[in-house]
């Protein structure tokens, strides 16, 4: 069986189709979720050096400000590093949009995970009474 993957829709056609393209107001919430994966990336790559990739001091900013809730609040610099040789897939030092999301991927699983388990963990309510 082989893979499906949508990038072909984008190469054959010198981009995305018109209806895939970004526009100002999504219409969707996973549209929205996508344009903000997209802007916090920008936001804070390009700081240090190249505009299209985080710096280990780019991605410590971004955790901490943007995911320091899941992340324990930790300012564990030890931390930081475990993510970004985790993430730095090419070794170059830095983390790539590409690289940024398999986190983002990863973060998302394990919330999915967590929040299953919390469900699982709920009594059942009985209609009866006390």
């Known amino acids: 069986m ?3 993957c949508p990038l072909h829709l984008f190469k054959d056609n010198g981009g995305p189709p018109s209806a895939l393209r970004m526009s100002k107001e999504p219409s969707s919430n996973l549209e ?9 990336f920008h936001k804070y790559s390009g700081k ?3 505009k299209y990739t985080l710096s280990r001091g780019e991605l410590k900013e971004l955790l901490l400000e943007e995911l320091g809730t ?3 609040g930790s300012k564990d610099n030890e931390a930081v590093e ?3 040789n985790d993430l730095d ?3 170059d030092g830095e983390v790539d949009f590409t690289e940024f999301i398999i986190l983002m991927g990863a973060l ?3 919330c999915n995970d967590f929040f299953l388990d919390c469900k699982t963990d709920e009594k059942p309510k009985d209609g009866g009474s006390a």
């Open 2 to 4: 082989s893979k499906i």
């Open 32 to 40: 929205s979720a996508m344009q903000m994966l997209i802007k916090t």
């Open 48 to 50: 240090e050096g190249d």
């Open 70 to 72: 899941y992340l324990g």
């Open 82 to 84: 475990k993510v970004m």
């Open 89 to 91: 897939a090419n070794n």
């Open 108 to 110: 998302t699983v394990a």
